[in-house]
């Protein structure tokens, strides 16, 4: 008789190891949308944004049909986005906008996506501290690209003053991506390629603090691939557009061939 308690005490513990753990209760079995919602909110305050996240997703999945669902799914795009965490925040909040096109705060989850996309960032650029301008312009670009949806789907929308301001920054950021190109083409004497990025800059940023120093890496490769009527043409929009750029005063070298590098020298 011994043996077998012992064998089916020993049966027990193995069953325990293939079932796995018990079950962890549900502290919300019985609660209503609006208590569990409530106590998601008190998470949110106290910052404890992953239990928060829980009972968002188990309001949600009991009361799928309710404000309250609603609601929740966008707290949890902003539980995300608060937890560091900006490709499940994108994901939680384009699956608001597609779920929701039409509600009042449809234009939060633009500008929430947006927000998240900026800051997504990879582990090395964490790392290195990478400037804005170096890292891979595509989180940029699509970042922007939200942004302006939001401008122009909702211009009276309470986060459209702040998206625009980005969307500056943005927009300059990404002119500088192309100068830290082109700069870049300019040593590797690869001036075709570094006109195109200057072209782009001009073209595309055209309000952009960038747009001086494209036209004079222009000019520069112009004068280095022997193209004088390009150069000419590009060097009287330069005086015409910045006749107090430091490029036109004293000091400037009379060899034109360098002057991308004096250009860097200013900062």
């Given at each position: ?263 860097e020298s200013l900062y």
């Amino acid at each position: 008789m011994k043996y077998i308690l012992i064998l089916m005490f020993a049966w027990v513990l193995n069953g325990c190891a293939i079932f796995g753990a018990p079950t962890e209760l549900d502290d919300t079995k019985g609660w209503s949308a609006e208590r569990i919602y409530q106590e998601g909110e008190a998470k949110m305050r106290d910052r404890d944004y992953e239990k928060a996240i829980g009972y968002f997703q188990k309001l949600e999945s009991r009361f799928p049909h309710g404000r309250y669902a609603t609601q929740a799914q966008l707290e949890i795009a902003y539980a995300y986005f608060k937890k560091q965490e900006p490709v499940l925040a994108v994901a939680a909040a384009e699956r608001f906008i597609k779920l929701h096109p039409n509600h009042s705060n449809v234009d939060y989850a633009y500008y929430l996506k947006g927000l998240a996309i900026f800051n997504e960032r990879g582990i090395i650029e964490k790392f290195t501290k990478q400037q804005i301008s170096d890292r891979d312009p595509r989180a940029l670009r699509d970042s922007f690209a939200t942004f302006k949806d939001l401008v122009t789907r909702y211009p009276n929308s309470r986060y459209t003053k702040d998206s625009m301001q980005r969307m500056v920054y943005l927009a300059n950021s990404l002119a500088e991506h192309e100068l830290h190109v082109a700069r870049y083409y300019m040593k590797r004497q690869a001036y075709v390629a570094a006109v195109n990025r200057t072209k782009y800059v001009v073209e595309y940023y055209p309000q952009s603090p960038s747009v001086e120093e494209a036209l004079v890496i222009m000019i520069s490769a112009y004068d280095l691939l022997g193209m004088e009527d390009l150069k000419t043409d590009t060097l009287r929009v330069f005086q015409t557009n910045y006749p107090n750029s430091p490029m036109l005063g004293k000091g400037v070298p009379n060899d034109e061939r360098i002057w991308w590098k004096f250009w860097e020298s200013l900062y």
